[in-house]
């Protein structure tokens, strides 16, 4: 049986999808994936299924489905935050086949010019991050993936706990053409913000960005 394909499709534009994702794409009898990553392939004619709701009942969806060439798109890179985990947990290493894709916080640093390597990565999608300031006080590169007040409320807090040696910079809507990056120095200033989901905040030792 072929494995099922879990494909990362970066982080919205068409043109930071890789060649090796459309190709995945085209042989799949079966594509998987929210609506914005569906719409990336307009042109290709296999089935659709659209991830809204409960994951465990898409899981069950691709169990009977297992005989067809399932392609599960993920947003921004699969090995980072991602579904794919919860797929690979159901089938088995074996049984998948991952294909990476260029994330949204490779692009939110690459966009300041600034490296990643040493970054602490941090995911407030839907979860309120576990980290203590004394934690990130280590890091002098901190990403979240934080679209929602509760997100943007925990790095408000954070941000006054750091002090002044740190900011905020905000990075919306990547490589989409409304991206918009904005640096916040004051937590106030980052409370009354308003934020689209997609938004990689970065929060970053002020002396980085001299
Ligand atoms: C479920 S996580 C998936 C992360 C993904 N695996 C990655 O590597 O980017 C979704 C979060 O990614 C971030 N995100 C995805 N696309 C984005 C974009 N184009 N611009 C800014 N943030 C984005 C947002 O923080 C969003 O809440």
């Given amino acids: 049986m072929r494995p099922i394909d879990i494909v990362g499709c970066g982080p919205g534009h068409v043109d930071y999808l ?4 459309r190709h995945s794409v085209e042989q799949a009898d ?13 042109e290709v004619g ?11 009942v898409i899981l069950d969806q691709l169990e009977l489905l297992r ?11 699969s090995g980072l935050f ?20 260029v994330s949204s916080i490779q692009v939110a640093f690459s966009r300041l010019a600034l490296s990643w390597n040493s970054a602490l990565l941090i995911s407030a999608h839907g979860r309120i991050p576990k980290e203590t300031t004394a934690c990130l006080a280590q890091y002098d590169r901190i990403a979240l993936l934080a679209g929602d007040t509760v997100a943007i409320a925990w790095v408000a807090d954070r941000l006054v706990e750091l002090g ?19 640096p916040f120095y004051s937590a106030d200033k980052l409370r009354q913000a308003v ?14 960005l001299l």
């Fill in 18 to 21: 890789a060649p090796v994702a």
């Fill in 195 to 208: 934020f689209p989901a997609r938004t990689v905040l970065l929060l970053l030792r002020r002396d980085l």
């Fill in 46 to 56: 296999s089935q659709r299924i659209e991830v809204r709701g409960s994951m465990s």
């Fill in 164 to 182: 002044e040696a740190y900011q905020v910079v905000s990075c919306e809507n990547l490589t989409f053409e409304n991206e918009t990056i904005r």
């Fill in 67 to 77: 005989k067809r060439n399932i392609c599960l798109l993920v947003s921004g890179d």
């Fill in 82 to 101: 991602s579904l794919a985990q919860l797929v690979v947990r159901r089938f088995g290493r074996k049984n998948c086949r991952v294909i990476p894709g």
């Fill in 30 to 42: 079966v594509l998987v994936g929210a609506g914005h990553l569906l719409a990336l392939f307009p």
